[in-house]
């Protein structure tokens, strides 16, 4: 890590962000410091409201919609950007100061091609011509280890997978050589042999190019790797702030204390009948998108029971989502069929009958998109019940009230309340309580913790967990996060490449002797040692270079 440059770039004293909301304002982030030198990393952890986001883009001198800075200095590279023009701000953004979102599919514009929106920053400022951009781009992208550098530009988002599109965008941040990086939880959403290349990446390029970088993320193990220092927030408040190595050895506070406990949730143990009838059943399925012939599930057969959550995991990329757009029928498969309670399902859902469509349901990743921000909570868990249940009236407003209460969120609170008014772990909440109110027997969890800081997501993986208890739920369970297969899962199916290379109960599947893909998964995930990465990545390339199916 580069702790020994010492040329201040970034010295931030007293920050105060507020928020309007409720006919009123109310503050964000109070009083917060921090400094930051050149080729050094920050660290900003902390649980969801914290804060992060909003200093990360104080730090560039603006503030969110409906937000403002209401007090402090932000200084950078001795231009005071609390009163710095609109103007000053613009020559800065993008060419000194870049940024790089969570969501990297909501930050490209689906409508122009990879190396145009790398191109377009570049152009802007003066900083090259276009073919001067395009031939730094592939540099990059070679740099960054994307497959096909020459020509992966040339495609539109939506034709590259989401760890290669989230490298795209952390090529697209070094286009001008900024001198401050912003990266706001840039692996969350990515498997663990990506997010290794794609944090790699990132150490990289910071140490190259001597580059500051603010590293905001949710996930301990992670920010070991990345920081040389880091300050723990709550509530807009800083906590504390250390060197790294003292930070993860000696914390001081007992809030820091226990971000470092979490992940200690383990499912209660099931009673699962393997002589049982399975309640889905995937028999040699195969299926191709529409209009192309490559396939992107190859013979896919295995089988869930009542009461059992199988996790189904694999890089971005290896048919997880796909497989379960044909189990719901969103993509009729190109062979093989679905049993469910041992009937054949019609591969379309709009031939599937209404007590088919009820008894199969899904949690969505990204709740901000899953759920409509323009209805109500009332609504949005509301009309299930009257499709799929006919309810009204009386009968609806009693079982609302009971699904709120069921997923632990006061009914007279927020029943009333639009999307927007709710953090991401209520808003994941209510797509859990919109699921149970189909009276479903099986419900596809796809991703559902990757978003949410570790405090939040573990108390989602035990909501999930009583509610199976209680109503005799099947799961499956699609993730890239290991640590969630070890809380969640009673057995595992590991896909590569639209195959499935292992299965099995988790305890045989995550025991030596490993499939060799297997143990690729295991040993990329990030431990709680600041020397982790290095190590591993050393290794590696001894053995003949990094790999992933991304590539």
Partial sequence: MNSDHNELLLEVKGLSVEGFSEDKWHQIVNGVDFCLNRGEILGLIGESG????????AAMGFAKPGCRINGGSIQFDGLELTTATAEEKRRLRGARIAYVAQSAAASFNPAHKLIDQFSETVIQHGLGSRDQAYADAKELYSKIRMPNPDTIGFRYPHQVSGGQ????MTAMALACRPDLIIFDEPTTALDVTTQIE???????????????????THDLAVVAQMADKIKVLRYGESVEESETRSMLSDPQKDYTKSLWAVRSFRKTEQNVDAS???????????????????????????????NETVAVVGESGSGKSTLARVITGLLPPRQGQILFEDQSLPSDYRSRSPGQLQKIQMIYQMADTAINPHHKIRDIVGRPLTFYLGLEGQAKQKRLRKLMEMIEMDPDQYL????????????????????????????????????LDQLVAEGILRLLDRLQQEFNLAYMFITHDLATVNAIADRVVVMLQGKIVDQGPKNEVFQPPYHEYTELLLSSVPEMDPDWMDRVIAERLAKGGLKSADN
């Fill in 50 to 57: 914290a804060g992060k986001s909003t200093i990360g883009i």
């Fill in 198 to 216: 794609v944090l790699s990446t990132i150490k990289d390029i910071v140490e190259q190019f001597n580059t500051a970088a603010i590293y905001i």
């Fill in 416 to 451: 009333d309340r639009l999307p927007g008014e709710l953090s991401g772990g209520q808003k994941q909440r209510i797509c859990i309580a919109r699921a149970l109110a189909a009276d479903p027997s099986f419900i596809i969890c796809d991703e559902v913790t990757s978003a």
């Fill in 276 to 306: 049982s009838l399975p309640l889905l059943k995937v028999q040699n399925v195969t299926a191709i998108y529409p209009g192309t012939s490559k396939e992107v599930l190859t013979d896919i057969e295995f089988e869930i029971r009542p």
């Fill in 165 to 168: 599109l989230q490298r795209a």
